[in-house]
Nanobody, 123 residues
Framework: QVQLVESGGGKVQAGGSLRLSCAAS????????MGWYRQAPGKERGVVAA????????YYADSVKGRFTISRDNAKNTVYLQMDSLKPEDTAVYYC????????????????WGQGTQVTVSS
């Protein structure tokens, strides 16, 4: 059974930075696409960033482009989301997901989700 565990969430003021990590146990990430999703209260879960298994293809939601950076270290079985210039509207629970292919608006065929980590940005 694969477990994805997110960490690095917290509270930060607008303009600040956070780095989220998603570590896998019980399985590998290196041959899978990975994505970061977020869900704010009362809103649907949506993709923030996605990365192919090799890291050669990367996609961002328009709302975070230029502020967030997704990366992966397959040797460490970990995916990261560096979040800079945070805004109050970035407040949400952030989830990582493992799937087959990465696209701009989703990760295809997600088979595992993390439990989520809360990010709160105050103005």
């Amino acid at each position: 059974q694969v477990q994805l565990v997110e960490s690095g969430g917290g509270k930060v003021q607008a303009g600040g930075s956070l780095r989220l990590s998603c570590a896998a146990s019980g399985g590998i990430l290196s041959t899978y696409a990975m994505g970061w999703y977020r869900q704010a209260p009362g809103k649907e879960r949506g993709v923030v960033a996605a990365i192919s298994w090799s890291g050669s293809s990367i996609y961002y939601a328009d709302s975070v482009k230029g502020r967030f950076t997704i990366s992966r270290d397959n040797a460490k079985n970990t995916v990261y989301l560096q979040m800079d210039s945070l805004k109050p509207e970035d407040t949400a629970v952030y989830y990582c997901a493992r799937g087959l292919l990465a696209y701009k608006n989703r990760v295809d065929s997600v088979d595992y989700w993390g439990q989520g980590t809360q990010v709160t940005v105050s103005s």
